[in-house]
């Protein structure tokens, strides 16, 4: 069964910062692997989509890698901005799961 | 120019009662799912339905019961609503579930439906 952590569980940088955050997952037969954020009472946003064929996915500040032989990926962002604050989720599909979450990481940006 | 919408945004309900959250796409994709966000922010999946079949049903209690009247429409019922069923409810739908061997597409999520139970 596939479980999916996310290190840290909580995260507060002053911006300006580059920062990077962690995701690991137990079956490494995955097809993709997404990244979302979060803004409190909202939906998911798509960040990110990786297939299993690739090794990183950029878009504008926001990089992300995968390795999925030791079962990891990260979420790079560049310059941090106060507007990235929000929860960042980490998700993977696999053969039988559209997709296994992560308990995400809360990003606090401070000004 | 709604991608994914779910109504209601809010639903305050008495235990025992029955109660209907509705989703729509207009991407034209093939596949909606309906993902449940518990008190802890930890976000399961419970149904997946592939043009109006169900396709994964994971341990969900038989009150939920999904219903796809067509490609673009998942809705959810729920019968003798419970204290644990307060969550927030996530409606998504992706362009196809992925061939074997193949990749899963990109999913793209609904506002969600908060729901508490009183």
């Known amino acids: 069964k596939q479980e999916v952590t996310q290190i840290p569980a909580a995260l507060s940088v002053p911006e300006g910062e580059n920062l990077v955050l962690n995701c690991s997952f137990t079956?490494?037969?995955?097809?993709?692997l997404q990244w979302f954020r979060q803004d409190p009472g909202k939906g998911l946003t798509s960040l990110l989509l990786?297939?299993?064929?690739?090794r990183e996915q950029t878009s504008g500040r926001l990089n992300a890698s995968l390795d999925k032989s030791s079962g990891r990926s990260t979420l790079y962002i560049a310059a941090s901005q106060p507007g990235d604050s929000a929860t960042y989720l980490c998700?993977?599909?696999?053969?039988?799961?559209?997709?296994?979450f992560g308990k995400g990481t809360r990003l606090s940006v401070i000004a | 120019d709604t991608a994914v919408s779910q109504t209601p945004k809010y639903l305050v309900t008495q235990m025992g009662n029955d109660k209907s959250i509705k989703c729509e796409q207009n991407l034209g994709h093939d596949t909606m799912y309906w993902y449940k966000q518990d008190s802890k922010k930890f976000l399961k999946i419970m149904f997946s339905?592939?043009?109006?079949?169900?396709?994964i049903n994971e341990t969900v209690p038989n009150r939920f019961s999904p219903k796809s009247p067509d490609k673009a429409h998942l809705n959810l019922h729920i019968n003798s609503l419970e204290l644990g069923d307060s969550a927030v409810y996530f409606c998504a739908s992706s362009p196809n579930p992925g061939t074997p061997g193949g990749s899963y597409n990109e999913q793209f999520f609904g506002p969600g439906t908060r729901l508490t139970v009183l």
């Open positions: 990786i297939q299993s064929s690739q």
């Open positions: 339905y592939n043009n109006k079949e169900l396709i």
């Open positions: 998700a993977v599909a696999s053969r039988n799961t559209p997709l296994v």
């Open positions: 079956d490494s037969a995955i097809y993709n």
